[in-house]
């Protein structure tokens, strides 16, 4: 699977846009880009995912570039329980289906 | 969304003892499940892979005689840590995948301590 790069840290103030970036420069066109996040102490969370289209839930927005080398995760109005650690994580089909590989993540820190 | 729960939360047992880790979908069927451990400020490390009916598969360098797992249904999975060692102690979190898109679904966790 590609290798990710996330900063390892970022702040954010409460109620604006945080915007988490990713470089996934090695990617493959099988291969899928998924966010997760992780609260002190607890299980990691599912966010969001995509493969080339931009994409939107209730959580969070996934904007993909067009060679897919990097993306960005986009939480709209961070809230001080959006402090996590985010990880993005690129995954393809076949044998390593369902094998997620967590690198060391971004520290996302959302202060008032 | 899909919850999955583990049991219990924490455990603390002595350095020789045997210890099980419970992984339950609640409210669907899960053919897949997956099993972490994550030391203190480290990230996530997949030990196995666990199906429903067969064996499971366990990534490398972990230790299959000590890190017992067992899927005998589509809800459940269990964890034992055998012989446990004080270098044992960590964070386990299992997950459960659902659809048809590698969306993974984790439990909250089990922190174990072996004294």
């Known amino acids: 699977d590609a290798k990710t790069t996330q900063p390892p840290s970022m702040d954010c103030a409460e109620g604006r846009a945080a915007n988490l970036p990713c470089n996934h420069s090695t990617i493959s066109g099988n291969e899928y880009v998924y966010w997760y996040r992780q609260i002190h102490s607890q299980g990691p969370q599912y966010i969001i995912h995509?493969?080339?289209n931009n994409e939107t839930n209730e959580m969070a927005s996934l904007i993909i570039t067009e060679d897919r080398k990097s993306s960005t995760l986009i939480l709209p109005h961070a809230t001080l329980r959006d402090t996590a650690v985010y990880y993005c994580i690129v995954v393809a089909g076949g044998t390593s289906y369902g094998k997620l590989t967590f690198g060391q993540g971004t520290i996302l820190t959302v202060h008032p | 969304g899909a919850v999955v729960s583990q049991h219990p939360s924490w455990v603390i047992c002595k350095s020789g003892t045997s210890v099980k880790i419970e992984c339950r979908s609640l409210d669907f069927q899960a053919t897949t499940m997956f099993w972490y451990r994550q030391f203190p400020k480290q990230s996530l490390m997949l030990m196995a892979t666990?199906?429903?009916?067969?064996?499971?598969?366990?990534e490398q360098g972990v230790e299959k005689d000590k890190f017992l797992i067992n899927h005998a249904s589509l809800t459940l999975s269990t964890l034992t840590v055998t012989s446990a060692h004080p270098e044992d102690s960590s964070f386990y979190i299992c997950s459960a995948m659902i659809g048809a898109y590698n969306e993974q679904f984790f439990g909250p966790g089990t922190r174990l301590t072996v004294l």
């Open positions: 666990s199906n429903e009916g067969s064996k499971a598969t366990y």
């Open positions: 995509g493969l080339k």
